[in-house]
């Protein structure tokens, strides 16, 4: 198509070539970009200063360093590499592609270092990790604006380093909501949520940013009643969710099993007119899934006007959760017949739905399928799903020997599926050879892990042992059995019962 469109230019037009490029660029077809530059050199089309800028962001999106090396070494023979665009675009393209050293030849051959080219280069090191050189840069910038501010906090956050963070935000001459967002990352990424929390508190003004920043934040510390309570406070405080907060209040919701607040929150989100967003569309289907609605996340899945990998994957997970193993096959077929190209995760829910249907055969072949038809490598978390597959199946030899064989450390997914079919199976020699893998592994067991080896000697008519186990769990560690709880939610807000509460 961009090559029908240039054999109609005019002759030697860059600008309405440019909008060729530009077109491709925008679309994401970086690679057809590049093609459609090179038709234009075939018809006698000359780059400009605009040319080399949108050739260098597509060069950019490649996956090598081929085209764009070539497209710097064009820049120099036409005259261009001088030019300040241009530079900028170069140092971009070297940062994207992990090639900072290039980027930062490029901004020290500049002669006027103007303020976007500085913080160009502290974004380059930013972006790839390099904090001791960003520092350095800061230090000798002879002007810095809120963007180079809010740059290096982004950069401290990216480290989880609070402190440093903390000092360059105190720092800033004006903070904006960017910057007040950015160090609240930082003490998110951290894990410090009671630190990002009070930050949160004494913003001056709050974005729809400021609010998922926060939410992503109890999410990931597990506080998914607080999650949920945020997001009423944000409705309540006249802000408008977007895409991603609706997203995630929906994961919250799912991880609670609060269905009918999730069900809510989709009407909300169909009368914001989201409800058919990508995002929301695969939050839907685990969140009903996860509650135990698997016909309300087929609706919702059926139903969707564009299905990308995520919903696919949330499909297949919400099927193998429910034990429905040959759906997730049938649905997997489905999904490669239409052109949707599967990825790890897919293969996670694959195995899984295998697993909780006992399709042992099925299993094994996909497991053995996903590198040699489909170029995808297993994962740990693959092999965790298939020693699971195995113990499940009772074949705990063959569990083990997978333990034993894979190619990375087995994690505590895999050791306590086999362990757990050890105990129901009363299988001791394996059961305590996975109990000293375990303890190699962390020093110490969880509660959980604790309470079933005491099982499994107890399983084993072991008694003594058992005692043994439960006594070193209270004594030796301290642990305490973590007590069981619910939680329900009532006009917007979620109540906890822990196991023996009497409070309520």
Not at 43 to 55: E, I, R, V, W, Y
Not at 225 to 237: C, D, N, P, S
Not at 396 to 402: F, G, M, N, P, W
């Amino acid at each position: 198509m961009a090559a029908a469109a240039l054999s109609c230019l005019p002759s030697h037009n860059p600008t309405q070539g440019n909008r060729v490029i530009k077109r491709e660029v925008m679309q994401g077809k970086p690679a057809d970009a590049i093609i459609a530059y090179i038709r234009m050199q075939e018809l006698g089309f000359s780059a400009d200063n605009f040319t080399f800028p949108l050739l260098l962001k597509a060069a950019s999106d490649l996956p090598s360093m081929i085209t764009g090396a070539a497209l710097h070494g064009q820049t120099t023979k036409t005259g261009y590499s001088n030019h300040a665009f241009v530079q900028t675009a170069l140092m971009n393209m070297y940062s994207t592609l992990g090639q900072v050293d290039g980027a930062s030849r490029v901004f020290m051959a500049m002669v006027h270092k103007d303020l976007v080219s500085w913080n160009s280069m502290l974004q380059a090191y930013v972006s790839n990790g390099r904090m001791d050189d960003a520092v350095e840069l800061f230090a000798v910038m002879s002007v810095k604006d809120q963007v180079s501010f809010n740059t290096l906090i982004s950069g401290f956050a990216k480290v989880r380093d609070t402190a440093s963070a903390m000092l360059v935000f105190r720092g800033c001459p004006a903070r904006d909501v960017v910057s007040w967002n950015t160090v609240i990352s930082a003490y998110v990424r951290a894990g410090a949520i009671e630190s990002a929390r009070s930050l949160f508190a004494e913003m001056p003004e709050k974005n729809a940013a400021s609010w998922n920043t926060l939410m992503a934040g109890y999410l990931q510390s597990h506080l998914y009643a607080e999650a949920v309570e945020l997001f009423y406070e944000m409705k309540l405080r006249g802000s408008n969710p977007n895409h991603l907060t609706y997203a995630s209040v929906l994961s919250a919701c799912a991880s609670m099993g609060l269905l009918t607040a999730g069900k809510k929150i989709h009407i909300q989100a169909g009368q914001a007119g989201l409800a058919w967003n990508p995002h929301i569309v695969a939050s839907l289907i685990d969140m009903y899934s996860k509650c135990g609605n698997l016909e309300g996340a087929l609706e919702v899945f059926y139903k969707a006007p564009h299905r990308d990998i995520f919903c696919w994957n949330a499909m297949i997970s919400g099927l193998a959760s429910h034990g429905h193993g040959e759906t997730c096959i049938r649905l997997f077929d489905e999904m490669r017949a239409g052109g949707t190209k599967p990825d790890d995760i897919t293969f996670i829910g694959l195995l899984s739905g295998c697993a909780h249907a006992g399709l042992v055969g099925e299993g094994r072949r996909i497991f053995e399928d996903m590198e040699r038809r489909h170029g995808t490598m297993p994962k740990s978390e693959h092999y965790a799903c298939l020693v699971d597959l195995l113990s499940r199946a009772g074949d705990l030899t063959a569990a083990y020997e997978i333990v034993e064989t894979m190619p990375f450390e087995a994690e505590a997914a895999a050791l306590g599926a086999l362990l757990a079919a050890c105990v129901g199976h009363g299988n001791l020699e394996i059961g305590e050879a996975v109990a000293a893998r375990m303890v190699e592994r962390a020093d110490r067991l969880t509660d959980g892990e604790y309470m079933m080896l005491a099982n499994l000697y107890a399983a084993c008519g072991r008694w003594e042992e058992a005692g043994r186990w439960r006594g070193r769990m209270n004594n030796e560690d301290g642990l305490k059995k973590t007590a069981g709880w619910s939680e329900i939610e009532v006009v917007g807000r979620v109540y906890r019962f822990q196991a023996g509460e009497r409070v309520h």
